[in-house]
């Protein structure tokens, strides 16, 4: 569905992105993970026709670059920054997106009635959107950028600021919208979002992919081992093991366990093992 082929990007002496490459199939759920700097934004933006990489391409299911009218309709962006006219009712901003792709008529009304329904704000069409909540704000985001019905949906941390119940939310029509066979780009600073949507997760840092993966499969190859924490009469003892089930059946044999943990390796781990434990601001 979309296929980046060795882009480069640079801002003077900053590399941004450096010689990434990166095929997206049809219908999958693409979580793009990186610290602060890493060269995510610059990645979307040049993936949607924001910004010209200085070499590479980028392509649409064989029908181009973004830059094409016909392969940007292809595209639906909900950025991180919300892209909602604030005095502008829900209802009109979206007939106002939907005109500015080209929507007119019936179809433009049968969109805006299936939008408002899709994010249950049918009853708050005709509010203001400066009196929504903060997930109200991003649900109506979501569909504005779906408003025109585009098979790819960059999604640039969708869920920045919301509640529990919103985000939840989100992300059950984000599962919604991969059995329609939409294909989606994720990014996020939320491991465990990553972990419970995305077929598959690409790291990166220093503008270059440093793993891609299943979830599963960056868990057995980058996490690391479990850690186990066991108490004992004699004591408590904690420990690194390949095979935690092994290793707690060795201790029991050396003496009754009172309690015990296992703390299996996540995403997280495989995050900061890959890009560093030290901070970022930048």
Request: net charge neutral.
């Amino acid at each position: 569905m979309i296929s980046l082929k060795g882009l480069c990007k640079s801002f003077g002496t900053i590399v941004a992105v450096d010689d990434l490459t990166l095929d997206i199939p049809r219908g999958e759920v693409f979580g793009l993970l990186g610290p602060n700097g890493a060269g995510k934004t610059t990645t979307v933006n040049m993936a949607v026709g924001l910004l010209e990489p200085d070499s590479g391409s980028v392509d649409f299911d064989g029908q181009g670059p973004p830059t094409r009218p016909k392969v940007r309709s292809m595209i639906g962006v909900a950025p991180q920054s919300l892209a909602l006219y604030e005095n502008l009712t829900g209802q009109e901003n979206l007939v106002f997106f939907g005109r500015m792709h080209g929507l007119r008529g019936r179809k433009l009304k049968e969109r805006v009635e299936w939008a408002l329904d899709f994010v249950n704000l049918t009853d708050r069409r005709r509010s203001r959107v400066k009196t929504y909540s903060g997930g109200m704000k991003r649900r109506l985001n979501l569909v504005v950028a779906l408003i025109h019905d585009p098979p790819l949906l960059l999604l640039d941390e969708p869920t920045v600021g919301v509640d529990t119940q919103s985000r939840s939310a989100i992300f059950d029509k984000i599962k919604t919208m991969r059995t329609e066979g939409r294909t989606i780009v994720y990014t996020t600073h939320y491991m465990e979002e990553a972990q419970r949507l995305c077929d598959r997760v690409g790291i990166i840092d220093h503008g270059k992919l440093l793993a891609l993966d299943t979830v599963d499969g960056l868990i057995a190859t980058h996490g690391g081992k479990s850690t186990i924490t066991a108490e004992r009469a004699d004591g408590e003892i904690r420990m690194e093991a390949v095979d935690p089930m092994a290793e707690l059946v060795r201790l029991q044999e050396g003496g009754k366990l009172l309690r015990f943990n296992v703390e299996s390796p996540d995403l997280e781990g495989v995050f900061l093992n890959l890009t560093g434990r030290h901070l970022r601001d930048n």
